[in-house]
């Protein structure tokens, strides 16, 4: 009897769902690259969507499809939005490389350190009068981090940069690859849900990303060691965008825009960066249940990353000066921005 009114209450449920779905007058398809178990995708998208079909009082339904369900690769999401293949896209600015150079100032070493509600704060802040150029062909929703770059090692202790030497470790971006190359690895780019495998197979040592994909990956049952500096300090974070085909938000009346931008506004950025922390908390008390090494740095060892990471700023500073940008004055600013918000 059980299973029988768990199936009735299950195909209610579905109904419900198509019913409200077949009653929006906007429909939205959302794609993204992480599975349905990810805590971007049940703890971040979903509570998002839903908050934008309240706000549109029901006019608005959000479908999200995860894990590339509508075809292609993760570093052509941006493409599939801009293209109007779909509607929304929650992607990583760093599948594309150089395509958002401005926003990659948040990424690297000594901007971002451990605070990513701060982070989307001084994103935001910055978006109108810094970053906002480079967004060609979509509506942006928001701009978001992650904890920070925090090492995975298959079967490394790691205290020093030189523990890194000559390793092969994964990286998802060119500012994360400048990060490794700083420490005398060698980056290995590839998606995430690439890297259990890689890992599995030692196609890499190790790699740059938080804790909160070691539950979705099982990146625990890949690795030995999880480490970070003091203070849980990081080397640096990812930048993400959730965003629109421009087209189909222009041709959006204001109430449904007004839906959209009060679910995206300060406080949720801020609730992103807190959603983000706990995951990442939540990860690594997986991995040491069971039975990985979770080694924080001590402040010595932490300050010797810091100094062999510093050229790394200097790289991106020429790098982007190329292309016409400050990118001394927009170090600048982001670190102030990031400190502004790290008082809150």
Do not use: C
Request: glycine share 8%.
């Amino acid at each position: 009897m059980n299973r029988i009114r768990k199936a009735v209450l299950a195909a209610a449920l579905f109904a419900m769902g198509t019913a409200s779905a077949a009653a929006a007058e906007y429909e939205f398809k959302l794609h993204h690259f992480l599975g349905e178990k990810a805590p971007a995708h049940s703890k971040m998208l979903v509570p998002w969507a839903k908050q934008v079909e309240e706000n549109s009082g029901g006019k608005v339904h959000i479908e999200i499809y995860p894990a590339m369900t509508l075809g292609g690769r993760p570093p052509e999401l941006i493409n599939q939005v801009r293209d109007g293949v779909v509607d929304l896209v929650w992607t990583v600015n760093g599948y594309t490389p150089g395509l958002f150079p401005r926003t990659e100032v948040f990424e690297l070493p000594g901007i971002h350190t451990n605070d990513p509600a701060a982070t989307n704060l001084a994103l935001m802040d910055l978006y109108e009068s810094d970053l906002k150029d480079e967004y060609k062909g979509v509506e942006v929703m928001f701009l978001h981090v992650h904890a920070g770059q925090a090492i995975h090692m298959r079967d490394t202790e790691v205290h020093s940069p030189a523990d890194l030497e000559g390793k092969k470790i994964r990286i998802p971006t060119r500012t994360g690859a400048w990060v490794i190359e700083a420490l005398g690895a060698a980056p290995v780019a590839m998606p995430v849900p690439e890297l259990p495998p890689a890992l599995q197979k030692g196609v890499i040592d190790g790699a740059f990303i938080p804790w909160e994909i070691i539950p979705p990956l099982k990146i625990q049952e890949q690795t030995d060691y999880q480490i970070e500096g003091a203070d849980k300090e990081r080397f640096g974070t990812t930048t993400f965008q959730v965003s629109m085909n421009k087209d189909r938000w222009n041709s959006l009346p204001e109430d449904i825009q007004k839906a959209f931008r009060d679910a995206s506004g300060p406080d949720w950025v801020q609730q992103v960066g807190d959603i983000w922390a706990a995951s990442d908390d939540f990860g690594i008390g997986l991995a040491v249940k069971a039975g990985n090494t979770h080694i924080t740095l001590s402040e010595e060892e932490t300050e010797a990353f810091r100094q062999a990471l510093a050229p790394v700023t200097d790289r991106w500073v020429e790098e982007v000066s190329a292309k016409g940008i400050d990118g001394t004055a927009l170090v600048e600013k982001a670190r102030a921005a990031v400190a502004s918000h790290s008082a809150d």
